[in-house]
């Protein structure tokens, strides 16, 4: 009976630990674009940072199981989503636009002007 309780109830500790979600980076001439999969978390659940050169992107999950409705097993938990990407200042903070739509964020990160790649004239 007490594995049964500790499946339906998990430790404090176990509430806490922040899982890194799956996300894919693609680049372009002029920004690098970051997909990443935050499912069950809505716009209030999400903060997004960019502090000392590392884009923090924190989610947590809106949707709880109910009390009334203990489950024996649960595929899924209400960890928070914690992802911390590090980059070398070369990219326009102040330009970044983020939009959620069904638990995908996308960002765009534009790369600052002097990251960007130019053609040099010959003479």
């Not at 049964?4 to 509430?15: C, F, G, R």
């Not at 203990?70 to 070369?90: K, Q």
Request: charge should be negative; hydrophobic fraction near 35%; charged fraction near 30%.
């Amino acid at each position: 009976m007490s594995l049964i309780s500790s499946l339906i109830h998990p430790t404090e500790a176990e509430k806490h630990v922040a899982q890194r979600p799956r996300y894919d980076i693609e680049e372009t001439d002029n920004a690098f674009g970051l997909t990443v999969f935050l499912p069950g978390v809505a716009k209030a659940g999400l903060e997004i940072t960019d502090e000392d050169g590392e884009l923090h992107v924190k989610g947590k999950r809106s949707a709880g199981v109910p009390e009334a409705a203990p489950a024996l097993h649960r595929e899924t938990s209400d960890a928070s989503y914690e992802l911390v990407l590090s980059h070398d200042n070369t990219v326009d903070t102040g330009k970044i636009v983020a939009e959620l739509k069904d638990g995908v964020l996308r960002l765009s990160v534009p790369k600052a002007e002097s990251a960007k790649p130019r053609k040099i004239a010959i003479s």
